[in-house]
């Protein structure tokens, strides 16, 4: 279980299942576990109103270098 976080201030987004290796692109919504993200439209946002990724439909595309994760 990964644990989601805003690059900006650190606060938790999601928490999140991964399978396989590799860098996190895409976060597939039926692997979400916790979601303390905001949504705008499309648009997943922080609390601070950083944005994270944008929904499109089966998973959220996440945009690189607004997030951070640990284990």
Known sequence: MLTIKC???KSEIFRYLKVGKGRLLHCWKNRIG???SVRDGNEVRCRCGNLIGIDEGKWIKLKQNSFIYSR
């Open 34 to 36: 916790k979601d303390y």
């Open 7 to 9: 690059a900006k201030c």
